[in-house]
Nanobody, 122 residues
């Protein structure tokens, strides 16, 4: 199995920035970030395909950037201009198959990290 460990979450004021990291134990061709707020289902935030193609949820376009450092086998999510509605538990997900650069439902992924909390205050 692929082990994923997230880090970088925390509390920040609206307009601030955070950079989430996801350390992977093995190579994964398709990886993404999801978030889940209390009482809501887990939804896709950003996806990175093996060929570098990316996809983003509409509300984060222009503010969030997904990337990967292959030398460290680590996935990142740079979050800028954070808003209170971004508050959620953020999860890293992966699947060792090829995918296109579009968001996929959470059920499609078979490897998950433990999550890291992001709280944005006004």
């Amino acid at each position: 199995q692929v082990q994923l460990v997230e880090s970088g979450g925390g509390s920040v004021q609206a307009g601030g920035s955070l950079r989430l990291s996801c350390a992977a134990s093995d190579r994964a061709y398709c990886m993404g970030w999801f978030r889940q707020a209390p009482g809501k289902e887990r939804g896709g935030v950003a996806l990175l395909a093996g060929d570098g193609t990316t996809g983003y949820e509409d509300s984060v376009k222009g503010r969030f950037t997904i990337s990967k450092d292959n030398s460290k086998n680590t996935l990142y999510l740079q979050m800028n201009k954070l808003k209170p509605e971004d508050t959620a538990m953020y999860f890293c997900a992966a699947r060792q198959v090829y995918c296109s650069g579009v968001l996929r439902p959470a059920k499609w992924f078979n490897y998950w990290g433990q999550g890291t909390q992001v709280t944005v205050s006004s």
